[in-house]
T-cell receptor, first 114, second 113 residues
C-alpha cells in the first residue's frame, strides 16, 4: 500500500516567493495533519483536517500560511510571501479518525528560503 | 508550555543490551500514547502505542510501560540492534480532539556494535 506522499521533497526559493507544498494521504484515511519540524521548536502541529474540513488551525504561525483540502486525496500548504525563518522540514500525516489510530507520516519537504 | 517532555536528548547503548527511553507528560487528559522512530531524511514511523487503560504493551523487542500516577511512560528495546539507531519521539493524544497529537522533543538513540 502506498503511504503518505509529499511533494516536492526539497524546495529552495528566494524570500518573497510563493511556496506550495503538496500531500496525498493514505487512501481511506479521513484525518490529515500538517507539521513543521525545526531545531528550536521540534515537531509542531500547524493544522489538521477531518473529512476535508479544517478543525484546528491554531498552530498556523501567520496569515502568510494557508492550507486547503479540496478533496479526500489531496491537500496543500501554501506560504505567501515566504521568509527565511520559514525554512524547516514540513511533514504531512494522515490517519483514520476515531478509536486509537496512529498517524502515518510522509517523508517531508525540506524547505529552504534564501 | 511543554506538555510532553523527553528530558534525555541522547542515549548510547551497546548492541544486545536494553535501551530505555523515557517520557513525561503534564496533561492528565491524555489517554493515548505513542512512540515514533525517525531516520534522517525520512518521516516519523509509528512504532508502538498504549491506551491509558493499560500499563504495558508489548510488540516483539519493543515494550511500552505507562505509569499514570507518575505521568510517565517508557519504551524498552530488548535486545538493542544497530538498526535501532534513530530519533525516538514520544507523543500523546487527548481523545476530545480526535487524533491530534502532542510530540516530545525526541531522543537520539545510538546503538554501538
Amino acid at each position: 500500500d502506498a503511504g503518505v506522499i509529499q511533494s516536492p521533497r526539497h524546495e529552495v526559493t528566494e524570500m518573497g516567493q510563493e511556496v506550495t507544498l503538496r500531500c496525498k494521504p493514505i487512501s481511506g484515511h479521513n484525518s490529515l495533519f500538517w507539521y513543521r519540524q525545526t531545531m528550536m521548536r521540534g515537531l509542531e502541529l500547524l493544522i489538521y483536517f477531518n473529512n476535508n474540513v479544517p478543525i484546528d488551525d491554531s498552530g498556523m504561525p501567520e496569515d502568510r500560511f494557508s492550507a486547503k483540502m479540496p478533496n479526500a486525496s489531496f491537500s496543500t500548504l501554501k506560504i505567501q510571501p515566504s521568509e527565511p525563518r520559514d525554512s524547516a522540514v514540513y511533514f504531512c500525516a494522515s490517519s483514520i479518525t476515531g478509536g486509537l489510530q496512529p498517524q502515518h507520516f510522509g517523508d517531508g519537504t525540506r524547505l529552504s528560503i534564501l | 508550555d511543554q506538555q510532553v517532555k523527553q528530558n534525555s536528548p541522547s542515549l548510547s547503548v551497546q548492541e544486545g543490551r536494553i535501551s530505555i527511553l523515557n517520557c513525561d507528560y503534564t496533561n492528565s487528559m491524555f489517554d493515548y500514547f505513542l512512540w515514533y522512530k525517525k531516520y534522517p531524511a525520512e518521516g516519523p514511523t509509528f512504532l508502538i502505542s498504549i491506551s491509558s487503560i493499560k500499563d504495558k504493551n508489548e510488540d516483539g523487542r519493543f515494550t511500552v510501560f505507562l505509569n499514570k500516577s507518575a505521568k510517565h511512560l517508557s519504551l524498552h528495546i530488548v535486545p538493542s540492534q544497530p538498526g535501532d539507531s534513530a530519533v525516538y519521539f514520544c507523543a500523546a493524544s487527548d481523545g476530545r480532539y480526535g487524533n491530534k497529537l502532542v510530540f516530545g522533543a525526541g531522543t537520539i538513540l545510538r546503538v554501538k556494535s
